[in-house]
């Protein structure tokens, strides 16, 4: 699941994801800091992290003297008094009260501390708090009003020790890995299989990798969309016309980068699911995202308590028995904690599996939250779905460092994404800052 909300439990958040972008170009009335563009976690799906404030399809007033510059007012917007309603454009306030913006502005001190200063980045700005960094951009029309105003996704401040302490409190249960050149910095439950959501997708890749090195499949390949193959999203091929031409370089490329639910289920057929079995035999037989969904819905419970109960062979025959069960709604799963089916690896053998699939592309789309031009080149992966949050990260820097980050995180209940990223985020850029 990239960064879906049940409906991606193979990606973006982000499986998939949670790549960095830059403020949207339409309203958002309602909004969180580090909510998501997935990759699956974005490709969630994962897992891009925005805070938009965007007031869209504007028409202008007539050009007038511009008052102030955008640097002076955020910076009057972030004092304690703020800005008055008649510094903000019509348009803006119509989709967000002032009263608003001023809860959110208070949100980020009471999280973060006080704002020590601005610094310029660009046409952008980034806050200092005393324990973050906030990325943010504000635009003004010609009456030197607000029109637009973005805040980024934390980054969380500290050590990597201090960071990893913040993962390590999370409730339920989380797994840290932190590699330096072949040296574990962290690992904390790193041998502990947890639920990872998308991140799984992996092992589907290696399968496939390991196939075009034998000569039994090779990424021109091409193959028509077979409609059995289609899953609910995360996703694009799911409403793609049946017998598409693809070639299995695409069907990877979205598998990875967007977390395709379909393009994944594809390549699990074409490799055959014993082949995916032999790089992950904890997960034999390892379902498709499809069979995955079925379990999950609410009319199939007895099924699904049979299959967390039983052996591989019982798990055979289970999927023999729904395989031609139809594609359930996306109604029909449930919205609580199901992780009694899922995909579980260690955070060492997802940093194992970014190893052997780090020279393909399809790696090397979605960064995640890793910030691209730090790092000479990456590798991303995440999952998400109710209660499982996983980021897998592989960098390399300019002197040809190379860092493995992995983090896994599984509760009972919901889980608030941000309390993951932000940490996260901040080793990524410690490692960064030693090369």
């Known amino acids: 699941m990239a960064n879906g909300r049940g409906l991606e439990p193979f990606h973006s958040r982000s499986d998939d994801s949670a790549a960095a972008a830059g403020p949207p170009s339409s309203v958002s009335p309602s909004w969180e800091e580090g909510s998501k563009v997935e990759a699956s976690m974005r490709p969630l799906h994962g897992l891009t992290t925005v805070i938009a404030l965007t007031a869209a399809l504007l028409t202008l007033a007539p050009a007038q003297a511009q008052t102030m510059t955008p640097q002076a007012t955020l910076e009057l917007l972030m004092t ?3 800005l008055p309603a008649d510094r903000f454009s019509p348009s803006f306030l119509a989709q967000l009260p002032v009263t608003q913006v001023q809860g959110v502005v208070a949100g980020l001190v ?7 200063r601005f610094d310029p980045t660009g046409d952008s700005f980034t ?4 324990r973050a960094n906030v990325p943010a951009s504000i635009t003004l029309d010609r009456d030197g009003r607000i029109i637009g105003l973005w805040f980024g996704a934390a980054e969380t401040l500290g050590s990597i020790a201090d960071l990893a302490g913040e993962i390590q409190a999370l409730p339920g249960r989380t797994a840290l890995l932190v590699v330096s050149d072949g040296k574990d910095i962290v690992a904390d439950a790193a041998d502990q299989p947890l639920a990872v959501g998308s991140a799984a997708k992996l092992a589907v890749l290696v399968a496939i990798q390991d196939a075009v090195k034998q000569g039994k499949l090779r990424w021109d390949q ?8 289609k899953s609910l999203p995360s996703g694009q091929l799911q409403d793609w016309p049946d017998g598409t031409p693809l070639t299995l370089a695409t069907l990877a490329n979205l598998m990875i980068s967007i977390s395709d639910n379909t393009a994944t289920d594809a390549l699990i057929r074409i490799a055959g699911r014993e082949a995916v079995d032999a790089i992950s035999p904890a997960n034999a037989p390892f379902l498709t995202t499809r069979e995955l969904f079925t379990l999950k819905t609410t009319a199939n419970a007895p099924m699904r308590a049979e299959w967390a109960a039983g052996d591989t062979g019982t798990r055979r025959a289970l999927l ?3 395989a031609n069960e139809p594609l359930p709604p996306a109604a029909a799963i449930r919205s609580d904690v199901t992780h009694e089916v899922e995909w579980f690896f260690t955070a060492r053998e997802l940093c194992r599996l970014l190893d052997q699939t780090a020279a393909l592309p399809s790696v090397a789309i979605n960064p995640g939250l890793a910030d691209a031009k730090a790092w000479k080149s990456f590798a991303y992966k ?13 960098v390399v820097g300019r002197d040809g460092g190379v860092h493995c980050v992995v983090a896994s995180w599984n509760d009972d209940a919901a889980l608030d994404d941000e309390r993951l990223f ?10 960064a800052e030693r090369e």
């Open 320 to 322: 023999e028995q729904m």
């Open 222 to 229: 091409v193959v028509p969309l077979d409609p059995a193959w």
């Open 422 to 431: 932000a940490p996260y985020r901040g080793i990524l850029n410690r490692l």
């Open 110 to 116: 009471a999280k973060h501390g006080p704002l020590q």
């Open 382 to 394: 995440g999952g998400s779905e109710i209660g499982v949050l996983n980021l897998s990260t592989r």
């Open 127 to 130: 806050l200092r708090f005393a």
């Open 80 to 82: 304690p008094k703020g």
